[in-house]
């Protein structure tokens, strides 16, 4: 197998090359949501993950914790990026065919889609797509060289061991494609037995931690139900609990529906019959084709190669092989694990082929330089180039986020991809992360909360004192946690249609109705934000601004803006506020006796803008950002309708109602007090 070694050497000393310039020049980029919870868990000493095998899991853990400084899980990633150079290199270095010429332009083919794939490994790290690659790349040695096939199997499974579940069916067709029963004997059998059973310890190895087993089991059947769609709703879950269960991000399970989301979930194969049942099967096999019209081409070629072999065998493996490949995209499509399992279903082709150079070197060759000029576009279609060309635009919203965070350095956060507030600038800044430099990490720490995805359970009990296993902390719930004023929710703007409407609406609801508090009820506050990242707290009102919808039209006026003595760089006349410059204010403070008014405002805006209303708990205190209600006023009628607490009136209110400099139509600003107190 190494008989080409200068050769081979030689094709690996620009390979890591390649690995090395990217790594330097910051151009490799860590994933999104594994790798973040990986080294938030794993850098503390938790063992609990569900993106690894459990004892890579725990190899990790005891290295995080007791070297520290060492950047330990990037060097996990660049090892298997490293090990993909090198079987790429073994593979280029024994390319024979009868003409050598032949043999050098398929070197350098087969060179450059390699070095696609290592660059697609650096810009997108994370324990998928490496996981699948090796397996797809080592398919060719099952043939002569069963020993390494499954040595690196055994080495692939220690990062995302449960995904090669998944595409288990597709690797015994491919396995017995390729299989020679002349390479066994009773040696290279007990080798390979002892692999197989390394494997399956790396799978099965969970379960001799009860905590991280019943974690495991839950996380499995969590995001089955929240991915996939689960095997069914009806008498299982409330309309409450369904929502609840398809916002992952909350993981409260004083609230969270835990054994009825096990019992909605189901496995694999309940996936499949509930997608043949109720999602239109036929619809959704056509839409894969469409996402990925190369099938045909590959179907094609399948159908080709068994007719050359002469084969029937060959015939009804591919057909199941295709059958396999397309449920698994049904259910799963995603990049990093279609990329790896359509290079498995190519590689396949190429061995094939590669068996008849000799016997029909005039077909063969050229279809073959045909088929690896196509992965190379495929490969270079699917990289994404685009991180490193927006590199300064990523590097600045990272920034932007560790700045928001270090300004409430006395307050506990929680991240989120959900909370009200879209993931898309939040995912940006984590991917920011570069490969061996972890100083410049978003920094999960005991004083930050991984939530949802991004967590795992137990994990998120014992980061915050949150009582688990029967170990009363500081907190009693997670509730506690989430209603203490030192803690908060951070996340990024994003656009409307991606705010989580649910939370704002049936989570605070149902704290209601489980943390019942007389005269109270939970709210979502607005804490700080930057251009593109939002801190909320949710918070027991009585004692903040909010919407409020009840019927004023009969109401008493307690002041009027034509009335006011004291505004800055506005003037009022004739229906109009005239903004001087983007900072108008207007004071009010005054003896208000009931316990509820309604701000109400009638605002005709040229532009789109911002409302922002200024309170203080203490009459003494100065106004704050920390201590503000935001609300948009849109191009156009705006018709805005307010609670405020007649405390915030007696200590004095400052309303900025515009953030803009410019001309503004008023119908209506004022403040009145309902007939019918609540």
Same mark, same amino acid.
């Given at each position: 197998?190494?008989?080409?070694?200068?050769?081979?050497?030689?094709?690996? !000393?620009?390979?890591?090359?390649?690995?090395?310039?990217?790594?330097?020049?910051?151009? /490799?980029?860590?994933?999104?949501?594994?790798?973040?919870?990986?080294?938030?868990?794993?850098?503390?000493?938790?063992?609990?993950?569900?993106?690894?095998?459990?004892?890579?899991?725990?190899?990790?853990?005891?290295?995080?914790?007791?070297?520290?400084?060492?950047? %330990?899980?990037?060097?996990?990633?660049?090892?298997?990026?490293?090990?993909?150079?090198?079987?790429?290199?073994?593979?280029?270095? @024994?390319?024979?065919?009868?003409?050598?010429?032949?043999?050098?332009?398929?070197?350098?083919?087969?060179?450059?889609?390699?070095?696609?794939?290592?660059?697609?490994?650096?810009?997108?790290?994370?324990?998928?797509?490496?996981?699948?690659?090796?397996?797809?790349?080592?398919?060719?040695?099952?043939?002569?060289?069963?020993?390494?096939? %499954?040595?690196?199997?055994?080495?692939?499974?220690?990062?995302?061991?449960?995904?090669?579940?998944?595409?288990?069916?597709?690797?015994?067709?491919?396995?017995?494609? &390729?299989?020679?029963?002349?390479?066994? &004997?009773?040696?290279?059998?007990?080798?390979?037995?002892? #692999?197989?059973?390394?494997?399956?310890?790396?799978?099965?190895?969970?379960?001799? &931690?009860? /905590?991280?087993?019943?974690?495991?089991?839950?996380?499995?059947?969590?995001?089955?139900? /929240?991915?996939?769609?689960?095997?069914?709703?009806?008498?299982?879950?409330?309309?409450?609990?369904?929502?609840?269960?398809?916002?992952?991000?909350?993981?409260?399970?004083?609230?969270?529906?835990?054994?009825?989301?096990?019992?909605?979930?189901?496995?694999?194969?309940? !996936?499949?019959?509930?997608?043949?049942?109720?999602?239109?099967?036929?619809?959704?096999?056509?839409?894969?084709?469409?996402?990925?019209?190369?099938?045909?081409?590959?179907?094609?070629?399948?159908?080709?190669?068994?007719?050359?072999?002469?084969?029937?065998?060959?015939?009804?493996?591919?057909?199941?092989?295709?059958?396999?490949?397309?449920?698994?995209?049904?259910?799963?499509?995603?990049? $990093?694990?279609?990329?790896?399992?359509?290079?498995?279903?190519?590689?396949?082709?190429?061995?094939? !082929?590669? $068996?008849?150079?000799?016997?029909?070197?005039?077909?063969?060759?050229?279809?073959?330089?045909?088929?690896?000029?196509?992965?190379?576009?495929?490969?270079?279609?699917?990289?994404?180039?685009?991180?490193?060309? @927006?590199?300064?635009?990523?590097?600045? #919203?990272?920034?932007?986020?560790?700045?928001?965070?270090?300004?409430?350095?006395?307050?506990?956060?929680?991240?989120?991809?959900?909370? +009200?507030?879209? %993931?898309?600038?939040?995912?940006?800044?984590?991917?920011?992360?570069?490969?061996?430099?972890?100083?410049?990490?978003?920094?999960?720490?005991?004083?930050?909360?991984?939530?949802?995805?991004?967590?795992?359970?137990?994990?998120?009990?014992?980061?915050?004192?949150?009582?688990?296993?029967?170990?009363?902390?500081?907190?009693?719930?997670?509730?506690?946690? #989430?209603?203490?004023?030192?803690?908060?929710?951070?996340?990024?703007?994003?656009?409307?249609?991606?705010?989580?409407?649910?939370?704002?609406?049936?989570?605070?609801?149902?704290?209601?109705?489980?943390? +019942?508090?007389?005269?109270?009820?939970?709210?979502?506050?607005?804490?700080?934000?930057?251009?593109?990242?939002?801190?909320?707290?949710?918070?027991?009102?009585?004692?903040?601004?909010?919407?409020?919808? *009840?019927?004023?039209?009969?109401?008493?006026?307690?002041?009027?803006?034509?009335? *006011?003595?004291?505004?800055?760089?506005?003037?009022?006349?004739?229906?109009?506020?005239?903004?001087?410059?983007?900072?108008?204010?207007?004071?009010?403070?005054?003896?208000?006796?009931?316990?509820?008014?309604?701000?109400?405002?009638?605002?005709?805006?040229?532009?789109? /803008?911002?409302?922002?209303?200024?309170?203080?708990?203490?009459?003494?205190? @100065?106004?704050?950002?920390?201590?503000?209600?935001?609300? *948009?006023?849109?191009?156009?009628?705006?018709?805005?309708?307010?609670?405020?607490?007649?405390?915030?009136?007696?200590?004095?209110?400052?309303?900025?109602?515009?953030?803009?400099?410019?001309?503004?139509?008023?119908?209506?600003?004022?403040?009145?007090?309902?007939?019918?107190?609540?």
């Amino acid at each position: 197998m190494l008989k080409n070694k200068k050769e081979l050497f030689s094709y690996f !000393l620009l390979y890591f090359v390649l690995i090395v310039v990217m790594i330097i020049s910051h151009r /490799t980029f860590l994933g999104v949501q594994d790798e973040a919870q990986l080294y938030a868990t794993l850098k503390n000493g938790e063992p609990i993950n569900y993106m690894t095998s459990y004892p890579l899991a725990l190899i990790g853990s005891f290295l995080y914790s007791h070297f520290p400084s060492m950047q %330990w899980y990037s060097i996990i990633m660049t090892f298997y990026i490293v090990l993909i150079a090198f079987i790429l290199s073994v593979y280029i270095s @024994n390319i024979n065919f009868e003409n050598r010429y032949t043999s050098y332009i398929f070197k350098i083919v087969i060179f450059f889609i390699g070095a696609l794939l290592l660059i697609y490994q650096l810009l997108e790290v994370d324990v998928t797509s490496p996981t699948l690659l090796l397996i797809a790349l080592s398919l060719p040695l099952i043939r002569k060289h069963q020993i390494y096939f %499954w040595a690196i199997f055994w080495i692939a499974s220690f990062l995302r061991e449960q995904i090669i579940f998944s595409i288990l069916p597709l690797v015994v067709i491919a396995y017995l494609l &390729n299989v020679d029963r002349s390479y066994f &004997n009773k040696k290279r059998v007990a080798i390979i037995a002892l #692999l197989v059973a390394g494997i399956l310890f790396n799978h099965f190895s969970y379960k001799l &931690n009860k /905590t991280y087993s019943d974690w495991m089991e839950f996380t499995e059947k969590r995001a089955f139900y /929240t991915d996939f769609g689960g095997i069914g709703k009806q008498g299982i879950l409330t309309d409450d609990e369904y929502h609840l269960a398809k916002g992952w991000w909350i993981a409260d399970f004083d609230l969270y529906p835990k054994e009825k989301i096990e019992r909605a979930a189901g496995g694999t194969l309940d !996936l499949i019959k509930e997608h043949i049942k109720y999602h239109h099967i036929n619809r959704e096999i056509r839409a894969v084709f469409i996402r990925h019209p190369y099938f045909y081409v590959l179907i094609v070629l399948s159908i080709f190669v068994s007719l050359l072999y002469r084969s029937w065998s060959r015939f009804i493996l591919y057909s199941i092989f295709l059958s396999g490949f397309t449920i698994l995209l049904v259910i799963k499509d995603v990049d $990093r694990v279609t990329l790896p399992v359509t290079l498995m279903w190519w590689t396949l082709i190429l061995s094939d !082929l590669y $068996r008849l150079r000799d016997k029909l070197k005039y077909i063969v060759a050229p279809l073959m330089f045909f088929i690896l000029i196509w992965m190379g576009y495929y490969l270079k279609n699917d990289i994404p180039f685009e991180r490193i060309k @927006n590199f300064h635009q990523r590097e600045a #919203l990272a920034k932007e986020l560790k700045d928001l965070l270090n300004k409430h350095k006395d307050m506990e956060f929680e991240i989120t991809s959900g909370f +009200p507030s879209s %993931w898309e600038y939040l995912i940006e800044a984590i991917m920011q992360d570069h490969l061996f430099d972890e100083k410049n990490w978003i920094d999960y720490d005991n004083d930050f909360l991984l939530s949802g995805w991004f967590s795992g359970v137990p994990m998120l009990y014992k980061q915050h004192h949150v009582s688990f296993n029967g170990v009363k902390r500081k907190y009693a719930h997670y509730h506690d946690w #989430l209603i203490d004023p030192k803690t908060a929710i951070v996340g990024s703007k994003g656009e409307a249609r991606h705010i989580r409407v649910f939370l704002l609406k049936n989570l605070m609801r149902m704290y209601d109705e489980k943390f +019942p508090k007389k005269g109270y009820k939970h709210m979502v506050k607005l804490v700080d934000e930057t251009p593109h990242f939002i801190i909320h707290q949710v918070v027991l009102t009585n004692n903040f601004i909010h919407k409020d919808n *009840t019927d004023i039209s009969k109401s008493k006026q307690q002041w009027n803006l034509y009335d *006011t003595n004291k505004i800055n760089n506005a003037k009022i006349a004739q229906g109009k506020l005239i903004a001087l410059n983007n900072d108008p204010q207007i004071y009010l403070k005054g003896n208000f006796k009931n316990k509820k008014y309604i701000l109400k405002i009638d605002i005709i805006s040229p532009k789109r /803008t911002l409302l922002q209303i200024f309170y203080k708990d203490k009459p003494k205190q @100065n106004y704050t950002q920390k201590e503000s209600y935001k609300q *948009t006023i849109k191009k156009g009628i705006n018709h805005i309708q307010l609670k405020i607490p007649a405390k915030f009136l007696q200590n004095g209110l400052r309303i900025d109602p515009v953030s803009n400099k410019g001309e503004y139509k008023i119908n209506s600003f004022g403040i009145y007090s309902p007939i019918k107190q609540k």
